[in-house]
């Protein structure tokens, strides 16, 4: 099984576990059980999420004055060659950003590689549904396999799975010689030294609040659970 595989069986595992749960089978005490065995595995799933994966590099997007978010990609290889499958990118914000904005931020920069506008309009209603507002460390992967990609956000997946096209077309959001990010394209390939440490990528909770009022106007550059449970 690849590294890759790994991963959905710890998806698929945590699926079955709620979905277990939700059916109210589990009396109180086996539920405050299931919190702290959830817990642990939580801590588990995170390192290997990161385990299989080796960084090739990271770059900082800024709008004006204000680092806004650092993506980083991650191959098996800890390098990239085109058309490599699979691969990570992680967006870890610093800034809070609405996340309907950022599904229109993306959209528009698939719609200028010419793309179907009947596929970028279905792919914008998707992520508007799906994703959350951001807060600063939050942490967005995406996972990019050969035939379909999906979105982690910190430890949760997020409920769609997109086909081949839409993956393609987010990997060329970051890394197509047409890219609005291209300058990011140096450090994020690893030909320059990286913005900041992998390790930086592994979610840490959210230092503040999801606040409307000081979102960013403009994303593009085109525009203690210490108690003791007993059996």
Known sequence: MSKAGISCLFICFFKGLFCYNHGNIFDMKKTMKLKFIIAAISALFSTALFAQWQPVGNAEYTWGPFHVYTVGLYSETGSYEKNERPLMFSIKYE??????????????????????????????????????????????????????????????????????????????????????????????????KPAHDSKEFQHQPASEPFDEENTMPELPPNYDFKQDVKG
């Open 95 to 192: 800034k809070p950003v609405e996340g309907k904005n950022f599904a229109i931020a993306l959209t528009k920069e698939m719609e200028s590689q010419n793309l179907s506008k009947d596929d970028t309009t279905a792919w914008l209603k998707k992520m508007q549904e799906i994703f959350p507002d951001f807060s600063p460390n939050d942490i967005l992967n995406f996972v990019a396999l050969a035939d379909k990609g999906y979105f982690v956000l910190n430890d949760t997946v997020l409920d769609h799975e997109f086909d081949q096209k839409f993956t393609q077309a987010f990997i060329d959001v970051w890394l197509s010689d047409k890219s609005s990010f291209i300058k990011l394209q140096p450090q994020l390939l690893g030909k320059e």
